[in-house]
């Protein structure tokens, strides 16, 4: 097959150009500029482009650079910027996976004549279901849920059936630069993390309140997050409070025990689904590496049957079937 | 098959340069600033190129500081200045440099030339390109004042056009050797007239103290001999060279609708041909051209390979959806009916194709084809 496969400058893309390249695909690599500004730092930046050009050299593969910096704007950071104005806590790689590599991308990649493109994700793509990755402390399903099966179909993750210590051995074997690289952990194009954050989004001072009675205050209103504990100006108090609202026209942040961030019901919106809307028992998923819990679906509802922490406004929500990615939305 | 037009960017070695640069390279090793004889023979080298880079650009030798580059003669020509002003298509090395000191930028027209009238009396430098690399329009020097200094960014002209009288007002001319046939990392910056340069490099005090740094022997006398062959082949590869440019551009105008060329032809260079296509995106046409052989670019050339919207196409007014679509085809003393015809051939298929896989996304639907 002709296979665009996109190359960060990581240890995962690069093998998975590698694994492609093995395999006998006639493999490009690119690289996707999407943020660029006097810093150039974080995922994109020049030092990564040249990562993933020196590995392509290695691997004897085509490289290139395409520039998605309008559309990253438009689909991630605007959306991004305005999500925390408004009280709601986003998670820009999934826009980015929506907008630019598993929608920009992949159209640019068809007009281009590529049969499918690869990424380096933890996570598995198999007849058009999306399924964990097998290391489960690295698995991306979460991040990737808005794959629908015509996607699917043209998307391949190369090292999603291999830990990451088989990717670094694979890439040392290989003698690849990017063997020893440490993973990104920040958002790409806030590479200096909250205070680039705080640099981004307009904000406000806020008080905190439990019970009708301020207790706190916090810096900036809108950065504040459900189940939020630190940071609240709250001193050492002997019982441990927990953000349970964040209303930001009246800069206000309600606090209380845990027992109170509880609940059983969580729901969400704009949801997309693998293979058709789910209805019934599934497993659910409220952040990046967060724990799995058990309930009940139906019409943009979910019933746990335990209760769990009450999910911020914003954050995806992804629904499973095992291993199987069924879709999800944002929670409400 | 391989279609190179991409001229601008670098143009292929001159044989006479690379041939002259043979003997510096192997058994004549000397450093020129030395007092033996080894070291005398590089001196000599060194002077005679000198001699033949002020004949052609018609300056007396020891007006010739040889650099390591357009960008390095650009930067020379302005840092120190306390107030320098260029026009707002000019290329990167000059207008970073520009912005740097602490100068301003003045607007231009339709094809890239500036506005006269716009540029400020006060200036203490006034820094215009002769031939811009990206359209390739040539800018007649403007008159400055008897307390400013002229600059010029001819590293495009070289090849097209006589630089000795195109740019016999300018005080400061810069000039490259990768664009005419020599080799890259060369170049030089003329400084004469009321020009004073502050260096960008002190050490050894080389180059009248005004470049320090042991000469690149072997670079200088490549560059030498290529501007020697370009002046001296000049106006028959400009004739020669401008037919195939026609015909390309003709060619393209005539097979893809909405297609423009950027900037009327009686203002440009004979090498350049810069094109609009509605409805696609140079990024992908230009991964298709490079599949079916054809190397060009979109604007100009970038440190990280990605497609920046051009700066020259937003001075002259393009607007930003049309400028996505650009197309830099340049072509060069070698160029020849093969690229021409190869380029004729892979271009409007490959902007249908792009057309046709874009669906609605094209803004021109007098641009599809089945």
Redesign the interface.
């Known amino acids: 097959m002709k296979v665009l496969c996109a190359m960060s400058g990581g240890v995962d893309s690069s093998v998975a150009a590698a694994m492609l390249r093995d395999d006998g695909h006639d493999v490009t690599g690119v690289t996707l500029k999407l943020w660029g500004g006097p810093s150039d730092a974080g995922c994109c930046s020049v030092a990564d482009v040249d990562d993933a050009r020196r590995v392509a050299q290695q691997l004897g593969i085509h490289h290139v650079v395409f520039g998605f910096g309008d559309e990253f704007m438009a689909g991630v950071v605007e959306p991004y910027v305005a999500a925390w104005a408004s009280g709601r806590t986003p998670n820009p790689c999934i826009e980015c996976n929506r907008t630019i590599k598993f929608d920009r991308l992949l159209r640019r990649a068809e007009q281009l004549g590529f049969d499918a493109v690869a990424t380096g994700h933890h996570a598995r793509s198999v007849d058009g279901r999306l399924l964990r990755g097998v290391d489960a402390a690295k698995d991306q399903s979460y991040v990737l849920h808005m794959l629908d099966a015509a996607r699917l179909r043209r998307i391949l993750f190369p090292i999603g059936s291999m830990t990451k210590d088989e990717v670094r051995a694979r890439a040392a074997a290989l003698g690849l630069r990017t063997a020893t690289k440490t993973d990104s952990q920040e958002v790409c194009f806030l590479p200096g993390g909250g205070r680039d954050r705080e640099a981004l989004v307009a904000t406000h001072a806020g008080v905190v309140v439990e019970n009708d009675v301020v207790v706190g205050s916090v810096p900036a209103v809108e950065l504040v997050t459900i189940g939020q504990r630190r940071g609240l100006g709250l001193g050492g108090s002997a019982m441990p409070r927990y953000v349970l609202d964040v209303d930001v026209p009246t800069r206000t942040v309600t606090v209380g025990p845990i027992e109170a961030l509880l609940t059983d019901v969580v729901r969400i919106e704009g949801a997309t689904w693998a293979r058709g809307e789910p209805n019934g028992v599934v497993l659910v998923q409220s952040s990046a590496h967060g724990r799995v819990a058990p309930a009940s679906y139906a019409d943009g509802v979910l019933h746990f049957v335990e209760p769990v922490r009450r999910v911020a406004p914003g954050q995806s929500v992804v629904l499973y079937d095992g291993d199987e990615v069924l879709g999800g939305g944002v929670a409400t | 098959m391989l279609g190179y037009l991409d001229h601008a960017a670098t143009t292929p070695m001159r044989p006479s340069a690379a041939e002259a640069m043979i003997p510096w390279l192997t058994e004549r090793f000397g450093n020129p600033s030395g007092g033996h004889r080894v070291a005398q023979a590089a001196r000599r080298a060194i002077d005679e190129a000198r001699d033949v880079v002020a004949d052609c650009l018609g300056c007396a030798p020891r007006e010739v500081v040889f650099t390591g580059g357009g960008t390095e003669g650009d930067n020379l020509a302005i840092f120190g200045q306390p107030s320098p002003v260029c026009s707002a298509a000019e290329h990167h090395a000059v207008l970073h440099a520009v912005e740097r000191a602490g100068g301003r930028t003045v607007a231009v027209d339709g094809v890239g030339r500036v506005v006269a009238a716009d540029i400020p009396h006060d200036a203490s430098l006034v820094s215009v390109m002769l031939a811009n690399n990206e359209v390739g329009t040539i800018t007649p020097l403007p008159s400055v004042g008897p307390d400013t200094v002229l600059h010029t960014d001819a590293v495009q002209a070289v090849t097209w056009l006589d630089v000795a009288s195109a740019a016999a007002a300018a005080d400061l001319v810069t000039v490259t050797g990768h664009k005419i046939g020599g080799p890259q990392g060369t170049g030089a910056l003329v400084v004469r007239g009321k020009a004073r340069v502050e260096p960008l490099l002190v050490g050894g005090g080389q180059e009248q103290e005004r470049r320090s740094g042991t000469h690149d022997v072997a670079g200088i006398v490549g560059f030498a001999a290529a501007l020697r062959a370009c002046t001296d082949t000049r106006e028959d590869t400009v004739e020669r060279v401008g037919k195939l440019r026609d015909r390309l551009a003709d060619g393209l105008l005539a097979s893809i609708p909405g297609c423009w060329e950027s900037g009327s032809r009686d203002t440009k260079v004979a090498g350049i041909c810069p094109l609009l296509i509605e409805g696609i995106e140079s ?2 046409l230009l ?2 051209l490079d599949e079916a052989g054809v190397c060009a670019t979109a604007a100009s050339s970038c ?6 919207p051009s700066h020259v196409l937003a001075a002259m007014g393009v607007p930003r959806d049309l400028a996505q679509g650009s197309l830099r085809l340049s072509l060069g003393w070698c160029s020849t009916d093969a690229d021409v015809d190869l380029a004729l051939d892979v271009i409007p298929r490959a902007v249908a194709h ?1 057309r046709g ?2 669906g609605g996304d094209g803004p021109d639907p007098r641009g599809r084809r089945a």
């Open positions: 990024e992908a991964f298709l440190a990280s390979g990605a497609l920046e792009l896989e874009t």
